[in-house]
């Protein structure tokens, strides 16, 4: 059984006799293309300044060079902001196991959250599904 800190705290919707055995997260791996996604994106100003800067000469007047950096400040902030908001999608799935019930709580941008339970005496089936390669390697799948 997996005991938690302030587990009240963080899942008040358990039952006041209600004990988690089983918590679990998503893969890592299963953030990898949103990662490298965002370093494409934090790459992108680099080049087109190597770019531009050797064969544009006036990007290095001093009047638009105050322009690219308020441009670029912009184009970072709304990077950082989608990385928030994909890591939160990303970190606060949660499955859990309980002695009663299996809980499936699917984070949903910043502000949404949508939960789903199910009465460990309903369950008639569970299968593990592992397709494809990166899956084979990280040892990771899909339960259903």
């Known amino acids: 059984m997996i005991q938690f800190p302030h587990t009240r705290k963080f899942f ?6 209600e004990q988690i055995h089983v918590s679990i ?5 299963s953030f990898l293309g949103d990662l ?3 370093v494409a994106l934090i790459l992108i100003p680099f080049l087109i300044l190597i770019i531009f800067g050797f ?29 928030f908001i994909r890591w939160i999608d990303y970190y606060f799935d949660l499955l859990l196991v309980t002695d009663q019930r299996v809980i499936l709580i699917l984070q949903q941008g910043i502000f949404s959250r949508q939960m789903s339970e199910l ?16 899956q084979t390697i990280y040892k990771y799948g899909k339960v259903d």
Do not use: C, K, M
């Open 25 to 29: 997260r998503r893969h890592w791996a």
């Open 119 to 134: 009465p460990l005496n309903q369950v008639q089936n569970v299968r593990g599904v592992v397709s494809g390669i990166l």
């Open 36 to 38: 490298i996604l965002i």
């Open 12 to 17: 008040p919707e358990l039952h006041s006799d």
């Open 55 to 83: 064969t544009l000469p006036a990007i290095s007047n001093v009047s638009f060079r105050g322009f690219i950096i308020l441009a670029t400040s912009i184009y970072y902030l709304f990077i950082t902001l989608y990385s």
